[in-house]
Structure formats: structure tokens, C-alpha cells
């Protein structure tokens, strides 16, 4: 007998925390900000003998969805009916929170309550009676705090007492009188019909109906008594209500919470907390965009400086290991190994360390909440340009991957909008692409602070393009106008060690996949096609780069850069892989020294814009194919970056010239 548990509650009151304390090995993504988790998760755990199956769900404020991921959350708990919820409330807010608990308790889901963020809500002051709360809402509650595993044991043992009691609580919530004689009328037309009230508990059917609630009306379809409810709903009950029966009963639901808390909790004087303070500054009317770029640029110097000696560490112990191949006797074999793997894929795990690095930088912004301080200042500004909000989160998360990133926005609600966040998604820089921007800005720039500038200027240049992408889509191919946006806002908190190791662990596996799989592929691919015919001045690569340069001329690349482009939509650090290939010098200086004599300043600029822009890579296709469910989307995508790519690069090559760059 294996127990299925949920874990629901509103978004980032730390449901992912809770799921990786409870199930051995689990590394749930867990940061500061709502939304992160989109998608339901599994894992087994054991307690006393007892085998349990427990499902992290995206976080939701009500089980009326609205986004995609809301939708996961509520149909895991109505369809699939677990044996136990565990029902996560922030404590420090737990009047908002309470109101999730009293929708399940409608659903007559068998609730558990982690009492949550114990901690916060102890230093806010509050003073809240446990027992007491439990008692009244009739449902076990544990307090915990998830990032120090307190409550977790006790968390275990109600869990499975709730699990072993089968019994489902009965804790009615009582509304005014009216609401409860419209509650009646529609519950003795749907105790009618047996196939619904097998399936659905019968006043929680009654309830979303009269507010209305479409995907229950959608279950109703084909009922016998569907034309009567129907029409019991529509006419007689709304008229009787006076108003819209949701905000009746989402009032009423408030008007008990706070009865409820009336005697459960108690509040302190409010101080002046540490998140206010730091909020003055960072969502600041004025400062709080510049602070956003300062910091941008100071993440990259720092990515830039501090990971410049690791990469010479690893260059070394690739180039030693590399050397040992020196000594096989049959020469396309030993150039094989020495050139296209060592000099190939070798080259490119160098790069191993400025991703770490940028990634360190990554989570400490997110996990201290900024994150989703930079997003709230973006969004306002997208807000004015007549652009939606909510669409920052997705692309801030772009800077490490664009496919979590185009994930995310799963949280947004309007489809239009979130189409259009997906579509502008792929200009925001990727780690992937860090690779190719350390090469060329390191070979014109040294380790001077121009170089780590430089980098920066890409992500910004991302961002912008992506501003006036989604301006361009608003006025032709999305029209309408964006909905207001409301965004919760974290607490600020000190990043924990355990958090960031896990961004660092993720973000290392991945890469480490991917130089087994596509990045392993392009150096085979690219060192056939720049070894063969063999012997010969005119490689395969040659040619096909003499075939391309042609329309890359006015951007300065000569063939050796119109070649690695080539290959870059399996993945874009094999960019780097080519030029590593085709320059065939020894080590990272001398490639440098190579690129940096081959192109200027100017045209190593518009290579960097030119590969930020023009294609989103194979994985990032795949995840617009199925987030969209549409070709043509993706289709859409390449196209619009492969003609953007080119007009930039051209554009700062002229713009250069006539400032009188070279
Ligand atoms: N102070 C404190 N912080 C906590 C506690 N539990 C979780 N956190 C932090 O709260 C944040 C959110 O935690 P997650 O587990 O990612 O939250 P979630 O509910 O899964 O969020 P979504 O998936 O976005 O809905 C993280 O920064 C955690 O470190 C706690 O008990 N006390
Ligand atoms: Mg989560």
C-alpha cells in the first residue's frame, strides 16, 4: 500500500524545501520567488514502514485556475483525489494563505496544515495559538521550518496518521443564510445524478458552480440534470444573491478567516523590517532600473575576473591529458583525439568555469529575492510601454537557460501574453552563449574591465531587443491590451549554502550532459569536416565557409567565423568548438591571438550580437514546440532572430564606422 500525498499552498511558501527534506536525494529547484515550480513532481519517501508517494505541486492562491500551472495543481487534488494534502501556509501571512485551506476543506480533501515560515513569523511578532486554529478548523496542524528541517518528524507522523484514518473530516464552513439556501437548492438537483456524485464531493460541486467556476461547469456537461442546474444557477440563484456570487463567497471566506483569527492570533506593533529598507532603494521610482543594471554589470565583472584563473587550471589539465594522445602512431586517429576532441569539446569545457561562476552569481540574486525585484521594475516599465507584467520572470531566468525560462511562463494567465513572452524569450542571453562572448571579448580585451563590459552590453542588448520584439508583436500579431499584474514580493533573506549548491549542481549536470551529447557530436561533426578531404588546404569547413562569407561579408566575418556559425543550433557553445577547430593552434591564448588578428574589434561585437540573436538552439525549439503546440510559433521564431541578427550586427558595424570605430 503506497499513500499519495500532495503539496499545495500558495506559491513560494516553500512547498519544494518541504519535498526535498522529506524524500531522500530529491533537489527540488526552490529560489525566492513565486512560481518556480510549473510542472508536478514526485518522489517516495518512508515513515514507520509506511511507503508514501509524494507529488511537489506548482504553487497556486486558489483552486479556480487561471495560468497552466494553477491548472496541474487543482486538477492533481480534484481528479486524483490523494490520500492526504499537506496544505503549506506561510505563517507570516497567514491570513491570505488561510484561504487556500478552507477551499480544500470545501473539497473535502483529508487536510494536514504545515504551519510554515514559523521562524518569519516569529520575528514579524506574531503570536499564533496552534491548538487552538486546529481545533477550529478541525484539521491536524504542525508548525515548521522547512529550511532548518524543524517540524519535519512531526510533519511525518500526522501524515501518516491522516493517511491511516481514511475517515475524510467533515469540517463544514457555514456561509450567511442566503448562500446557504442557494448551496441547498443546487445540491438537491445534483444528488440526482449518480455519476456526479460518485465522483465529486456534492456541495463542493454546488459551491463552484454558483460562483460560476467554468472548468466545473465543463464537468457537468452531459449530466441528466445539467439543463436544470443550468438554469437554477443562471437565473434564480444570482438575482437572489444580489451580487456576483464569487466575490460573495470569496468575502464570506475572508469574513471567516478573520474570525477565526480573532482568536487564534496575535499580532505585534509593526517594525520597520530589513525588507522595507532594502524595497526603498531596489523598487526605487527612479533608481530602481539603474540599480538593476549596476548590478547586472557588476554580476559579469565578477563572473569575468574570478573565473579567468580556474579556466587556466583547466586548460592545463586538459592540454597534459591531451598530450598523452600525442603518442598514437596512426595519425587520423591521434588528430581525431588531439584536435577534435581535446582541441574541440576539450576547448569548450574550459568554459566550464565562467558558467559556474555567472550561475554562483545567478542564485545569490535569486535567492535573496532580488530576482524578483528586478522583475517587479521591469514589469512596471513594460507595464507603461503598454507591454504586460509578469513577463520579467521568464526572461530574467533566461540569462541561465531559456528552457526553464520559456517554462515559467506557465504562470502567466492570457494566453496572448504569454505567447508573446515565449516568442521574445530566445533573446535573452543564455549561459551558452557566455562561452563565445568570454572568447571574443577576452581576445580584444584582455582581462580589462572593457571585456567584462562587453559581456554585459550583450545581455542589455538582449533585453532591449526583446522589449521591442514583444512592442513589435503587441502592434500586429498579438494585439490587446495587457492585463494588470500583480506580483507578491518575498522577503529578502541571506541565500543558505544548500540552495545555491543545488543552482551550481543542476546547472553542472546539464552542462555536463550536454558536452556528452551535442557538444561531443559538433566536435566529431566539426573536426571531419575540418580534417577531411585529408591532407588537403581545403577542408570541407573551408568550403563551406567560402560558400556562406559571401553574405557575411559587409558584417567583416571572413570563413572561419561564417563556418562555426553553422553548426551552433545544436548548441551554441559549439561556436567556440569550431573556432577552436578551424584556428588549430595551440591552447586558449593563441586562439585568442588568432581571432584577434583575423577580424576587428567592431566585427568581434556584431559576432557576438550576431550569435546572442540568430537562432534559438535545438532544445529551445523543441520547448517552444511544446509549450505553444504549434510549428508555426517556432517557425515564427527563426525567422524574425535570423533577420533581427543580421540587421544589429550590421548596424553596429556601420554605426561604428561613422563614430569612427574600427
Ligand atoms: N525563513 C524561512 N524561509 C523558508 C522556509 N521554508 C522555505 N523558505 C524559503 O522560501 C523560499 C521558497 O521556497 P520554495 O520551497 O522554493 O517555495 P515553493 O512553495 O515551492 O514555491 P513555488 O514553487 O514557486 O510555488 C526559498 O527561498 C526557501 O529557502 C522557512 O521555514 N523559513
Ligand atoms: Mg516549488
Not at 490523494?82 to 476543506?105: G, K, M
Not at 596512426?330 to 584536435?339: K, Q
Not at 562587453?454 to 521591442?468: C, K, R
Request: proline fraction near 4%.
Amino acid at each position: 500500500m503506497v499513500y499519495t500525498v500532495a503539496l499545495i499552498g500558495n506559491p513560494n511558501v516553500g512547498k519544494s524545501v518541504i519535498f526535498n527534506n522529506l524524500v531522500p536525494g530529491a533537489r527540488q529547484h526552490v529560489g525566492n520567488w513565486p512560481g518556480k515550480t510549473v510542472e508536478k513532481k514526485e518522489g517516495r519517501f518512508h515513515h514507520k514502514g509506511v511507503e508514501f508517494n509524494l507529488v511537489d505541486l506548482p504553487g497556486c492562491y486558489s483552486l479556480t485556475a487561471r495560468a497552466v500551472d494553477e491548472l496541474i495543481a487543482r486538477d492533481f487534488i480534484v481528479e486524483e483525489k490523494p490520500d492526504v494534502v499537506v496544505d503549506i501556509v506561510d505563517a507570516s501571512n497567514i491570513e491570505r494563505n488561510l484561504y487556500l485551506t478552507l477551499l480544500l476543506l470545501e473539497l473535502e480533501a483529508n487536510v494536514v496544515i504545515a504551519l510554515n515560515m514559523y521562524d518569519i513569523a516569529e520575528e514579524k511578532g506574531y503570536r499564533i495559538d496552534v491548538e487552538k486554529l486546529s481545533e477550529q478548523l478541525g484539521v491536524p496542524i504542525v508548525p515548521t521550518v522547512a529550511i532548518r528541517k524543524q517540524g519535519m518528524e512531526e510533519l511525518k507522523d500526522v501524515i501518516l496518521q491522516t493517511a491511516e484514518r481514511k475517515v475524510v473530516r467533515k469540517t463544514k464552513i457555514t456561509y450567511s443564510k442566503e448562500i446557504e439556501a442557494a448551496i441547498n437548492s443546487i445540491t438537491q438537483i445534483i444528488q440526482k445524478d449518480e455519476r456526479l456524485t460518485r465522483k465529486y464531493p456534492v456541495r463542493w460541486l454546488a459551491i463552484r458552480l454558483l460562483e460560476g467556476d467554468e472548468e466545473v461547469l465543463e464537468k457537468i456537461k452531459g449530466s441528466k440534470c445539467e439543463g436544470e442546474l443550468t438554469k437554477a444557477i443562471s437565473t434564480d440563484l444570482r438575482e437572489r444573491l444580489g451580487e456576483d456570487p464569487e466575490i460573495v463567497l470569496a468575502e464570506a471566506r475572508y469574513s471567516i478567516i478573520s474570525n477565526l483569527l480573532r482568536t487564534t492570533l496575535v499580532k505585534g506593533a509593526k517594525k520597520w523590517t530589513m525588507t522595507d529598507m532594502l524595497d526603498k532603494v531596489f523598487l526605487h521610482k527612479a533608481l530602481g532600473i539603474p540599480v538593476f543594471l549596476v548590478l547586472m554589470w557588476a554580476t559579469f565583472q565578477f563572473t569575468f575576473i574570478v573565473s579567468a584563473p580556474f579556466m587556466s587550471i583547466i586548460e592545463a589539465i586538459i592540454a597534459w591529458v591531451g598530450s598523452l594522445f600525442e603518442a598514437i602512431p596512426n595519425e587520423i586517429l591521434r588528430s581525431f583525439f588531439v584536435d577534435g576532441i581535446f582541441g574541440g569539446l576539450g576547448f569548450v569545457m574550459t568554459f566550464i568555469a565562467p558558467i559556474f561562476f555567472l550561475f554562483f552569481a545567478l542564485s545569490i540574486l535569486e535567492d535573496s529575492g532580488y530576482l524578483a525585484r528586478a522583475a517587479f521594475v521591469m514589469d512596471r516599465l513594460m507595464f507603461k510601454l503598454g507591454l504586460h507584467g509578469k513577463s520579467f520572470i521568464p526572461m530574467l531566468l533566461g540569462f541561465g537557460c531559456n528552457l526553464p525560462a520559456i517554462m515559467a511562463t506557465r504562470t502567466i494567465e492570457d494566453e496572448k501574453d504569454r505567447l508573446l513572452t515565449i516568442l521574445i524569450n530566445p533573446l535573452m542571453s543564455c549561459s551558452a552563449r557566455l562561452p563565445v562572448y568570454v572568447l571574443v571579448a577576452g581576445a580584444f580585451w584582455g582581462t580589462t574591465m572593457y571585456a567584462g563590459t562587453a559581456v554585459w552590453g550583450m545581455y542589455i542588448l538582449g533585453i532591449v531587443l526583446a522589449i521591442l520584439m514583444a512592442l513589435f508583436f503587441r502592434r500586429t500579431l498579438l494585439k490587446g491590451k495587457p492585463a494588470p499584474f500583480i506580483m507578491e514580493l518575498p522577503l529578502y533573506r541571506v541565500p543558505t549554502f544548500h540552495g545555491t549548491v543545488i543552482h551550481m549542481w543542476e546547472r553542472g549536470v546539464v552542462f555536463l550532459k550536454k558536452a556528452g551529447t551535442y557538444l561531443l557530436g559538433g566536435a566529431i561533426i566539426l573536426w571531419f569536416l575540418s580534417s577531411f578531404p585529408w591532407g588537403s588546404e581545403q577542408s570541407y569547413v573551408y568550403l563551406l565557409g567560402n560558400l556562406l562569407s559571401p553574405i557575411f561579408k559587409p558584417l567583416g566575418f571572413g570563413w572561419e567565423l561564417s563556418a562555426s556559425l553553422i553548426f551552433a543550433f545544436m548548441a551554441k557553445e559549439i561556436v567556440v568548438e569550431a573556432l577552436g577547430l578551424i584556428y588549430a593552434v595551440e591552447g586558449e591564448t593563441a586562439i585568442k591571438a588568432a581571432l584577434a588578428s583575423s577580424i576587428t574589434p567592431l566585427s568581434g561585437l556584431a559576432f557576438m550580437s550576431f550569435v546572442l540573436i540568430y537562432i534559438p538552439c535545438l532544445a529551445t525549439i523543441g520547448v517552444i514546440k511544446q509549450e505553444t503546440g504549434s510549428w508555426k510559433w517556432v517557425f515564427l521564431t527563426v525567422l524574425y532572430e535570423l533577420i533581427l541578427a543580421y540587421v544589429v550586427a550590421l548596424m553596429i558595424v556601420v554605426v561604428g564606422r561613422m563614430l569612427g570605430f574600427s
